[in-house]
């Protein structure tokens, strides 16, 4: 029997973990929420890891708003970054080997191709920034680690864009979508698969990996195939259109498709139409 603690348990990510644990029955979960561990808090950590015995700790607690990132730049590194720190080093004095979720935004886009794991990092945003920082403190102080980066990630909880364009086409607004970013929209479903995978096996090829749904697209192209899938009818489609760009505050990669050749010995990836039309097969 394994024993994991999974923080951000509450997230799209950690609920996508706690809705497969049963068919996990050889790993003892420890799910907490940031309201139950407050991993910013060095010595919550260090109490409550040896006040237990884990063999894994996942960690999908993460600050991922990234427009308000850019205006919140303290609560970002504090929960990307120190709290990353704080993990891995518990992690480290306890004989536990961590399992982290990166981003591909710790890239500046300005590649054509897909990003490999040894290409330079160049984050263009204090989200990016703060995430490449929590790999590195990671780095700094254990050697038992996976940081999977990944990106464009959705599902059937939390908030993400996926749930955002459901309830637009709901509501039959109006959308105008941008065509400026080329990405590829992830399942949090297939990501907790790898992560339950790296566990399971008990691998020990640590480091760094890249992990998305294959394919690319922009955001108008993952607009309008979660449209698409809805399968309605004419009447009572929402307005779709595309426009080249739009402002933010925070800047965004204009090509951060992530080459999965890495992670590819340890599981299949599928295309990302297919990920989403099986998710909406059964979350809808």
């Known amino acids: 029997m394994k024993t994991v603690l999974v923080t951000g348990a ?5 609920q996508c973990i706690q809705k497969i644990q049963q068919q996990h029955p050889n790993i003892n979960f420890h799910f907490k929420s940031s309201k139950e561990l407050n991993i910013t808090d060095t010595v919550s950590v260090q109490d409550y890891f040896s006040n237990h015995t884990f063999d894994y700790c996942v960690n999908c607690a993460a600050y991922t708003n990234v427009e308000l990132a850019e ?7 504090l929960v990307n970054a120190e709290a990353a720190k704080n993990l891995a080093k ?5 004989n536990v080997t961590l399992l982290h979720i990166s981003t591909d935004y ?6 054509t191709s897909p990003y490999v794991e040894t290409d330079t990092t160049n984050p263009i945003s204090v989200y990016g920034a703060s995430k490449l920082k929590g790999e590195e403190n990671i780095q700094a102080v254990t050697e038992k680690y996976f940081i999977i980066r990944t990106s464009w990630l959705y599902a059937e909880f939390g908030k993400n864009f996926y749930k955002t364009i459901l309830r ?5 607004a109006n959308l105008t979508i941008t065509t400026e970013q080329k990405g590829t929209p992830t399942n949090a479903n297939d990501l907790a698969e790898l992560l339950l995978h790296i566990i399971n096996t008990e691998n020990t090829q640590y480091g760094i990996y890249h992990f998305s749904n294959e394919g690319e697209a922009t955001w108008y192209d993952f607009t309008k195939e979660i449209i698409q899938n809805l399968n309605l009818a004419e009447a009572d489609q929402p307005s779709l259109k595309s426009v080249d760009s739009y402002k933010t505050k925070a800047a965004r990669p204009k090509n951060s498709v992530l080459d999965k050749t890495k992670v590819r010995g340890m599981i299949m990836t599928i295309p990302w139409q297919e990920s989403l039309r099986n998710l909406m097969q059964n979350h809808l």
């Open 10 to 14: 509450n997230g799209q990510l950690g």
């Open 71 to 77: 205006s919140e730049e303290d609560k970002a590194y």
């Open 90 to 94: 518990a992690c480290a004095d306890n």
């Open 106 to 111: 710790v890239f500046d886009g300005t590649k």
């Open 168 to 172: 637009k086409a709901a509501e039959k």
